[in-house]
């Protein structure tokens, strides 16, 4: 689609270009490759080590051209595209690294922390009961006001 503003007759009118792209891969293969890294961590390893003689940094588009000249499985060039296209990926451990923190079953619920383990905001539980007593008591007399 193109689309072209020829209204004013300027010179800087505003140009609209759009591209549709058909997905290279169906989501099947895409779900199986990711179902064979949580499976199966030799596949992770020997897929990664196709890479060992390629040059870094490098993006997305050019490691799958590069899988795709030393293998035709389908299942190890899926594997690839589940990375990201805007990231420049500077050795094989920062491409595993993605690709582990991609996989689900690693990142699940039970794999995290719990809220008090974070440490997030280390204000003392005393401290938050001192302030709700407080709290409480001035609704308790605000609500009495209203009662009589």
């Known amino acids: ?5 020829d209204s004013s ?3 800087n009118d505003p140009t609209v270009f759009t591209n549709y792209h058909h997905s290279q891969l169906d989501s099947d293969l895409l779900n199986q490759a990711v179902e064979n890294a949580i499976s199966d961590r030799i596949f992770v390893t020997s897929s990664l080590g196709l890479l060992k003689d390629m040059k870094f ?3 997305k588009y050019k490691i799958i051209n590069y899988i795709k000249k030393i293998t ?6 899926a594997l690839f595209y589940t ?19 991609n996989i689900p079953a690693k990142n699940s619920p039970s794999k995290t922390k719990n809220p ?3 440490n997030v905001n280390p ?3 005393e401290k938050n009961l001192a302030t709700d007593e407080k709290n409480d008591s001035i609704s308790n007399d ?5 009662m009589y």
Not at 1 to 5: A, E, S, V
Not at 72 to 77: K, P, R, T
Not at 86 to 92: A, H
Not at 142 to 146: A, K, Q, T
Request: proline residues 2%; aromatic residues 6%.
């Open 1 to 5: 689609m193109r689309l072209h503003n």
């Open 9 to 11: 007759g300027k010179d």
């Open 57 to 59: 940094p490098t993006y």
């Open 72 to 77: 035709d499985d389908e299942n190890i060039i």
């Open 83 to 101: 990375l990201s296209d805007s990231l420049e990926y500077k050795d094989i451990i920062h491409i595993k690294n993605i690709l582990q923190s």
């Open 116 to 118: 008090d383990e974070l």
């Open 123 to 125: 204000i003392s539980r």
């Open 142 to 146: 605000s609500m009495r006001e209203y």
